[in-house]
């Protein structure tokens, strides 16, 4: 227990969960920010997060708060961070210029056989990797926020990601309690992003045309298609509304082409339409209101992941 070394770069609200997430699993965890403060603080979040999740009953894994925070430790340099690591989750801002600086860093301090996984939402793994010594050891796996109570973890490989890397990223996913998914190549949105701007675009065409407002809009999917789909992804949907698939394309196969050919073009979210989403949802919720509404989201999303367990 604690022997496995993981190393998380960044000490943010992404590298604090994967903090978490692998002290729940029994890994020993060196957490590294450009601050000793950011380092300090970050535990002490960290701290509070494990009692909150103990009181409440949903602390992961085996052991209890304290010995899982003592499986974490603040590091004072990249190198004290990263050497011996068995694996190095990236979590630093958004930005290609830092990422690859970033990465150029731990290329020279990684042992060779560490698996280099980022965190980025968006960035394609080769951007950042291609001339590096050790990029058939980079993956990105993306977590989706709140990683605690929303499992999913996309794997996306850079085109010379070795086999052996992806699938033990996997297995060391599975191992946190996480739900990965191994995607064959880098494509732009991974998988998670272009299913969720296919339907962000419809959205903002049915309020653009004036079919819906935007509260019913969002109704449509949360007392709709999202209560389906917590359990059930759309494919297994389609099987289990007819006699399989193959039954279910003979009998919807053409009303879903023709419906799918007055879908709203591809159109930038700004102008008069960005001014009237904007308005209802602020009124829906007022902007002092936002870190509210977050907390009672993940209330709900912990409870979602509650009955999951036990279903
Ligand atoms: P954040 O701003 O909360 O944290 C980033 C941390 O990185 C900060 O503490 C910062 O001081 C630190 N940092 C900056 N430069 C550094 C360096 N050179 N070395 C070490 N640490 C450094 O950001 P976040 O929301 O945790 O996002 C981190 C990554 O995770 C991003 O790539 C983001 O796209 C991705 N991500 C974020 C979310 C989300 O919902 N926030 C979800 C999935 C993925």
Not at 95 to 110: G, M, Q, R, S, T
Not at 273 to 283: A, G, I, W
Request: net charge negative; hydrophobic share 40%; proline share 5%.
């Amino acid at each position: 227990m604690g022997s496995k070394k993981v190393a998380i770069v960044g000490s943010g609200l992404i590298g604090r969960s994967w903090a978490m997430l692998f002290a729940g699993a029994g890994y020993n965890v060196h957490l590294y920010d450009v601050t000793q403060e950011l380092v300090e603080n970050a535990i002490k979040d960290i701290e509070e997060q494990l009692q909150a999740l103990a009181t409440s009953g949903l602390l992961r894994g085996n052991l209890n708060a304290s010995e899982q925070l003592k499986l974490i430790t603040g590091t004072k340099t990249l190198k004290e961070c990263v050497q011996g690591a068995l694996y190095v989750q990236e979590c630093v801002p958004e930005n290609l210029e830092l990422k690859k600086k970033v990465f150029a860093e731990l290329d020279a301090l990684v042992d060779d056989s560490a698996i280099i996984a980022s965190s980025t939402s968006c960035t394609l793994p080769s951007l950042f990797s291609e001339n590096m010594k050790h990029r058939q050891n980079v993956i990105v796996a993306h977590p989706v926020n709140p990683p605690f109570y929303v499992p999913l973890v996309e794997l996306v490989p850079a085109p010379w990601t070795s086999p052996e890397v992806a699938i033990k990223a996997r297995q060391i996913m599975e191992e946190l309690g996480q739900k990965p998914v191994s995607l064959s190549r880098e494509i732009p949105g991974f998988a998670l992003n272009r299913i969720q701007y296919a339907i962000l675009n419809e959205c903002w065409y049915l309020a653009q045309e004036g079919i819906l407002d935007v509260a019913d809009i969002d109704s449509v999917m949360s007392h709709g298609l999202g209560p389906r789909y917590a359990f059930m992804g759309p494919l297994e949907t389609a099987h289990l509304n007819a006699e399989g698939m193959e039954n279910y394309c003979e009998r919807y196969g053409e009303t879903i082409f023709n419906v799918s050919k007055t879908l709203g073009p591809v159109t930038r979210f700004e102008g008069a339409n960005l001014q009237k989403v904007n308005q209802q949802l602020v009124d829906q919720v007022p902007l002092e209101n936002l870190q509210e509404k977050r907390a009672w989201r993940n209330n709900c999303l912990s409870s979602l992941a509650q009955l999951k367990q036990n279903i």
